[in-house]
């Protein structure tokens, strides 16, 4: 029996303290992917466990990966090689994790044996034909509904794929991750050019596991991944199946995703103070900073250093008075699933705050465009909902009752907004907050929010 949880969240109140959240989801599910396919054994640290990194993590196992673990968030990966690994005796199910089912399409494209992948209700309407359609180009067989989602049929095609130079009509670190992960099993080279920077964990992972891999046609020294390369506008990036993974260790970073929703909580609540440790900061993945601070927050960004890769530090947020603005295009894709709790801070912020070049929004766990409009009209605040964004006058935020249509990140922005409501909010369908943030409830009890679990 599937359990339904509501959220209770009692109005107004502050965030005070120091809390590490949870680990990075999308670098989560790589140290468990390409961790298998190495040769030796990875150590993980800081690993997510939430439910769609282990949905991930079982389907590995399910294709005959030795893992230990998850405990207290280390994990050991016993890796079985590029090509070994085995296939499963039964579908692979992903639960809600749409990064899990995008880019196991692409690494099982090619393996030699035949696959299926399915999800939940919310996955298997979510678009698949931005990976299928280009995969196939590559030779992959791939069947989805006739609506082009999940489930895919996965026919094997070792050794007939063949690389393709892509250019991506949307942004998308997933439709690249996968190309680059079915490239590692193509004739030649497989190169994908995003007309916008995407978060580039798998790019940076895959030269941590000492995999070459090239970027805008520069090829860092001894094949490593030349972060500093990454700028305004479009990139090409570049791989062959001329490569073995190494094993190694991987520290995952706390998500930048998950601590958005402090920095936000902490900017709109009067007397706020908050450190949000070892976090995150990767260059395609900091937009939620850079909104906030054109938007007037006070965030310092302390203690940087790099671990295993991966640039991380302690963000210091403490509240100001924030402002509407018209947001950037540029940092969309580096922003692009804060926008539901950055629709908050815009409803708590003086004048009009305007969002446009988002229309990915519209194809995530839920329309988390209309989905927060709608949530937002309930609560008395201006939001009006477009095509590709929307249009929030700030003021003042009401009471009611919302429902997050299992949108974990929906869930929990409404739940930061009682922070400045002025009745309580109740928060219906709050189950998949566990996909990305297990603990969200006890943390934000800790830092101050008056948030109370009914479960049904």
């Given at each position: 029996m599937s359990k339904s949880i509501t959220f209770k969240v009692q109005p107004g109140g502050t965030l005070h303290g120091e809390v590490r959240v949870p680990g990075?989801?999308?670098?989560?599910?790589?140290?468990?992917?390409?961790?298998?396919?190495?040769?030796?054994?990875?150590?993980?640290?800081?690993?997510l466990e939430a439910e769609d990194a282990l949905a991930t993590l079982q389907a590995f196992r399910d294709m005959g990966v030795a893992i230990e673990g998850p405990e207290n968030g280390q994990v050991t990966i016993h890796g079985v090689g590029k090509h070994g690994l085995k296939a499963p005796a039964r579908d692979l199910y992903l639960g809600?994790?749409?990064?899990?089912?995008?880019?196991?399409?692409?690494?099982?494209?090619?393996?030699?044996?035949?696959?299926?992948?399915t999800g939940d209700k919310s996955l298997s309407g979510r678009p698949m034909k931005r990976v299928t359609a280009p995969l196939a180009a590559m030779g992959a067989d791939i069947k989805t509904t006739e609506q082009g989602t999940a489930p895919l049929r996965i026919f094997g095609r070792a050794g007939q794929l063949k690389g393709i130079d892509y250019t991506m009509p949307m942004a998308s670190a997933q439709v690249k991750s996968c190309?680059?992960?079915?490239?590692?099993?193509?004739?030649?080279?497989?190169?994908?050019?995003?007309?916008?920077?995407?978060?580039?964990?798998?790019?940076?992972m895959l030269a941590g596991f000492a995999y070459p891999v090239r970027r805008q046609d520069n090829i860092a020294k001894d094949g490593v991944y030349a972060a500093d390369l990454l700028g305004a506008g479009a990139a090409k990036v570049t791989i062959t199946a001329e490569g073995q993974l190494k094993a190694t260790d991987i520290d995952v970073p706390s998500d930048i995703s998950?601590?958005?929703?402090?920095?936000?909580?902490?900017?709109?609540?009067?007397?706020?103070?908050?450190?949000?440790?070892?976090?995150?900061?990767?260059?395609?993945r900091t937009g939620v900073i850079d909104i906030l601070k054109l938007m007037g927050a006070n965030i310092e960004i302390l203690n940087q250093r790099e671990v295993g890769g991966e640039p991380v530090a302690d963000l210091h947020v403490v509240y100001s008075p924030l402002k509407g603005i018209d947001i950037p295009e540029a940092l969309v894709p580096l922003a692009i699933d804060e926008f539901p709790v950055l629709f908050v801070a815009a409803a708590c912020a003086e004048g009009q705050t305007r969002l446009t070049g988002a229309e990915e929004l519209r194809v995530k766990e839920s329309d988390r465009i209309q989905v927060m409009a709608d949530g937002l009209q309930i609560l008395g605040v201006s939001a009006?909902?477009?095509?590709?964004?929307?249009?929030?006058?700030?003021?003042?935020?009401?009471?009611?009752?919302?429902?997050?249509?299992?949108?974990?990140?929906?869930?929990?922005?409404?739940?930061?907004?009682?922070?400045?409501?002025?009745a309580p909010i109740t928060i219906h369908d709050c189950e998949n907050v566990n996909t990305s943030f297990p603990g969200f409830k006890t943390l934000a009890q800790q830092l101050g929010l008056s948030i109370a679990e009914e479960i049904l």
């Open positions: 990075d989801k999308s670098i989560s599910h790589r140290s468990i992917m390409l961790g298998s396919l190495a040769d030796g054994t990875t150590h993980v640290t800081g690993f809600n994790s749409g990064t899990s089912m995008r880019l196991l399409s692409g690494l099982l494209a090619g393996q030699a044996f035949d696959s299926v992948l190309l680059l992960l079915a490239g590692m099993y193509a004739q030649g080279e497989t190169s994908v050019t995003e007309p916008a920077p995407t978060r580039d964990h798998t790019e940076r998950s601590a958005a929703f402090f920095l936000v909580g902490a900017s709109i609540a009067p007397g706020s103070d908050v450190l949000l440790k070892h976090v995150g900061i990767n260059p395609t009006e909902p477009t095509a590709d964004g929307m249009i929030i006058q700030g003021g003042t935020i009401g009471g009611g009752e919302i429902i997050s249509h299992g949108d974990h990140r929906i869930a929990m922005s409404f739940a930061i907004a009682a922070l400045r409501a002025s």
